[in-house]
T-cell receptor, first 113, second 114 residues
Framework: KAGVTQTPRYLIKTRGQQVTLSCSPISGHRSVSWYQQTPGQGLQFLFEYFSETQRNKGNFPGRFSGRQFSNSRSEMNVSTLELGDSALYLC????????????FGPGTRLTVT | AQSVTQLGSHVSVSEGALVLLRCNYSSSVPPYLFWYVQYPNQGLQLLLKYTTGATLVKGINGFEAEFKKSETSFHLTKPSAHMSDAAEYFCAVTHGTNAGKSTFGDGTTLTVKP
């Protein structure tokens, strides 16, 4: 089976712009979670989608949003980018998220200048 | 609420020595526990997991971990370190009713000296 794929792998944006990141889960996986990884804050949960519905949400401002499509692919969007949004954004998929292990993609490295 | 504490942000061992990475968790309900490894510029790879049943779990690459409820611990061990084990390791906790949301520790960077 193909693993979790994320596009793009690297991205450079300017403050105030918006960005959309994409994640394709492992075939058959219905749960997709997003995490932000930074040196200072570590790995922080953004949100989780299951069957096109947001099922869990972390403590991030409303500038961070996401969605999931009927084929389980997911996108996350960050509007009005700030310097502090520079991070590695990781997507993880699992069968249904109910205690099953998560399989991570390689991440998208976002740099905001 | 759930939380994870990894004791020691950096651990250094000699090749062939025992690897011990410590993880303590806090969870108000029975936890599911995981160890992941991350190599530079890559995502996280699952090493092993504990959900229910046997408290000693074996994972890939010779790693194992023991769930100790009384100590709220889930330490990761490997009898003999290899140079290729040098990476960052993350302990994570979740539970069945909090689907898809894992809480991670701050990570432990393992260095293996020749």
């Amino acid at each position: 089976k193909a693993g979790v794929t994320q596009t793009p792998r690297y991205l450079i944006k300017t403050r105030g712009q918006q960005v959309t990141l994409s994640c394709s889960p492992i075939s058959g996986h219905r749960s997709v979670s997003w995490y932000q990884q930074t040196p200072g804050q570590g790995l922080q949960f953004l949100f989780e989608y299951f069957s096109e519905t947001q099922r869990n949400k972390g403590n991030f401002p409303g500038r961070f949003s996401g969605r999931q499509f009927s084929n389980s692919r997911s996108e996350m969007n960050v509007s009005t980018l700030e310097l502090g949004d520079s991070a590695l954004y990781l997507c993880a998929s699992s069968l249904d998220g109910l205690g099953y292990e998560q399989y991570f993609g390689p991440g998208t490295r976002l740099t905001v200048t | 609420a759930q939380s994870v504490t990894q004791l020691g942000s950096h651990v250094s061992v000699s090749e062939g020595a025992l690897v011990l990475l410590r993880c303590n968790y806090s969870s108000s309900v029975p936890p599911y526990l995981f160890w992941y490894v991350q190599y530079p510029n890559q995502g996280l790879q699952l090493l092993l997991k504990y959900t229910t049943g046997a408290t000693l779990v074996k994972g890939i690459n010779g790693f194992e971990a023991e769930f100790k409820k009384s100590e709220t611990s889930f330490h990761l061990t490997k009898p003999s370190a290899h140079m290729s084990d040098a990476a960052e390791y993350f302990c994570a906790v979740t539970h069945g009713t909090n689907a898809g949301k894992s809480t991670f520790g701050d990570g432990t960077t393992l260095t293996v000296k020749p």
